[in-house]
């Protein structure tokens, strides 16, 4: 591929990010006392309790009473009133999101990812820039469809959550479960976690400034498309990155090794599938992006039964979803449909968006029945559970002994749920849907919650760093703590236990 021709392609979307930043800035620090005026004058979802005197007919607004609409009302009934939810209803709820999670991790494992790797091999992109976009879509598309409903159907903060909450839950939680379960210590490369770590601080720090206002206008979510056009820049010259890192970093005798080992790298070439015994082996394993492994085998039924009780009980479960799949989804893997790669892609994109729905929908009924925010159930149960098809690849590359997949794997993804997930359905909002308006954010501690996003960056490199860059199980127990904090810090932010950053949601 001639790389040459592109870099004017890229220098030009450079320069124009350099022009949208200043604007970007300027508006965002600039934008405190108008953020406290519209605080006080409500959004669109703000409801105020109205009284009517006695011998008038003009209403008398309350504003100390004033609430919020909840998502629930956003979403068709659920043929239950709030006593019988509160007494055992619930439980149907959440049983169904349950069912919702395990759905979304079928159709994105076994079905999404693998279709993906068919449309990078047809277009015959590198395994860098392959990783970077259609594996990301494929792992993160739980996370892209709730940050669509978020903006286009509840208008809330529920996407916005899920994505944050992800982005903590895949750096800590998954970090913390790879070290472990891996089996072994994880030896780690520079290079791939300063990368992707850089990466996804740049992004982070793009959200705060975008969401300080608690709105969100088209040269915003713009400027967070051309982001992610620039990592994926960024991913397409990795190689010649990492030879200018390694020789003005590190020492010549580890610079020959270094170089040795991408010189391996690069005669790798971007291969078809391979059949095997145990599966199919996804091709993308170059540095620092994402390698899946299908563990289902090409040639199975949903007729056929697995051996042992937890295997039996899980197939059990299971099978609704996975005749419904097999009838609606063609799998590409197998040989009558190879090259219905395309419309295994177009069928996952609805399933997914199905199951999303449903998901987001029951979660807010839950939200709403034991009076959680929306905000704390996108940013810990909506984020957990969409962030299922991550945590599983990871897991599967580091007890290969690959670390620096699985770190990768982790962090990358949170670039892309960050700048994608969230700046294409805002600038899609703000620009076909409502020209020149915006987007709220209703909840005000998500730039601060969304601070809290640095120290999730920072303090597993400190440590990672001073544990001599390497992965093992007490990181992996500092990892799990730190994520905890979080959780709790973000609960108490949404409750506003430390402060007032968030009106209440109406009890009807």
């Given at each position: 591929m001639n790389r040459q021709g592109k870099h004017g392609h890229f220098a030009v979307l450079i320069v124009f990010a350099c022009f949208m930043f200043p604007a970007l800035l300027y508006k965002s620090l600039l934008s405190l006392s108008q953020r406290t005026k519209d605080r006080e004058g409500g959004s669109s979802r703000t409801r105020r309790?109205?009284?009517?005197?006695?011998?008038?007919?003009?209403?008398?607004?309350?504003?100390?009473?004033?609430?919020?609409?909840?998502?629930?009302?956003?979403?068709?009934?659920?043929?239950?009133?709030?006593?019988?939810?509160?007494?055992?209803?619930?439980?149907?709820?959440?049983?169904l999101a349950m069912y919702m999670f395990?759905?979304?991790?079928?159709?994105?494992?076994?079905?999404?990812?693998?279709?993906?790797?068919?449309?990078?091999?047809?277009?015959?992109?590198s395994s860098d820039v392959a990783g970077a976009t259609f594996m990301a879509v494929g792992t993160s598309a739980p996370e892209l469809f709730a940050a669509i409903i978020g903006v286009f159907i509840t208008e809330g903060d529920i996407g916005l959550a899920a994505v944050v909450g992800s982005g903590m839950f895949n750096v800590l939680f998954v970090l913390a479960i790879c070290a472990l379960f891996a089996g072994s210590v994880l030896p780690l490369s520079r290079w791939p976690l300063l990368r992707d770590s850089f990466c996804y601080l740049m992004s982070i720090a793009a959200l705060v400034f975008v969401t300080y206002d608690e709105k969100v206008y088209w040269y915003e979510a713009l400027v967070l498309v051309c982001m992610y056009l620039l990592y994926v820049a960024i991913m397409y010259f990795n190689r010649e990155l990492e030879r200018r890192f390694l020789r003005s970093v590190l020492s010549r005798k580890e610079d020959d090794d270094v170089e040795g080992n991408i010189t391996n790298d690069e005669n790798k070439t971007l291969l078809p599938h391979q059949d095997n015994e145990d599966g199919i082996v996804s091709p993308?394993?170059?540095?620092?992006?994402?390698?899946?492994?299908?563990?289902?085998?090409?040639?199975?039924?949903?007729?056929?039964?697995?051996?042992?009780?937890?295997?039996?009980?899980?197939?059990?479960?299971?099978?609704?979803?996975t005749c419904l799949f097999y009838l609606t989804i063609p799998d590409c893997r197998k040989d009558r449909w190879e090259n219905w790669y395309y419309v295994s892609f177009v069928a996952c994109l609805v399933w997914?968006?199905?199951?999303?729905?449903?998901?987001?929908?029951?979660?807010?009924?839950?939200?709403?029945?034991?009076?959680?925010?929306?905000?704390?159930?996108?940013?810990?149960?909506?984020?957990?559970?969409?962030?299922?098809?991550?945590?599983i690849s990871s897991l599967i590359v580091a007890r290969r002994g690959d670390g620096d997949m699985a770190v990768s794997h982790a962090i990358g993804s949170n670039v892309f749920n960050i700048l994608f997930c969230l700046g294409v359905p805002w600038l899609l909002k703000t620009t076909f849907v409502h020209l020149g308006g915006h987007v709220d954010v209703v909840s005000g501690s998500m730039s601060y919650t969304s601070l809290c996003l640095f120290a999730s960056v920072i303090f597993p490199l400190v440590f990672i760093a001073l544990n001599r860059w390497y992965l093992n199980k007490f990181l992996g127990m500092i990892f799990l703590v730190l994520y905890l904090a979080f959780v709790a810090v973000a609960t108490l932010f949404g409750l506003n236990l430390l402060g007032d950053f968030n009106e209440k949601t109406c009890k009807s």
């Open positions: 309790s109205v009284e009517l005197e006695k011998n008038t007919s003009a209403p008398i607004v309350i504003l100390d009473k004033a609430c919020l609409m909840p998502t629930m009302d956003d979403f068709p009934g659920d043929f239950m009133t709030q006593y019988q939810r509160k007494h055992g209803g619930a439980i149907f709820h959440f049983l395990i759905g979304l991790a079928t159709v994105c494992d076994d079905y999404f990812v693998p279709s993906l790797e068919k449309i990078a091999l047809k277009l015959r992109l993308f394993s170059s540095s620092g992006v994402q390698e899946i492994e299908v563990i289902l085998p090409a040639n199975e039924l949903p007729s056929s039964t697995p051996r042992g009780i937890i295997s039996w009980t899980l197939w059990i479960i299971k099978s609704p979803v997914t968006a199905i199951l999303s729905y449903v998901l987001v929908w029951m979660l807010a009924i839950i939200g709403f029945t034991l009076a959680i925010p929306g905000v704390i159930m996108g940013l810990t149960f909506l984020a957990a559970g969409s962030s299922v098809p991550e945590g």
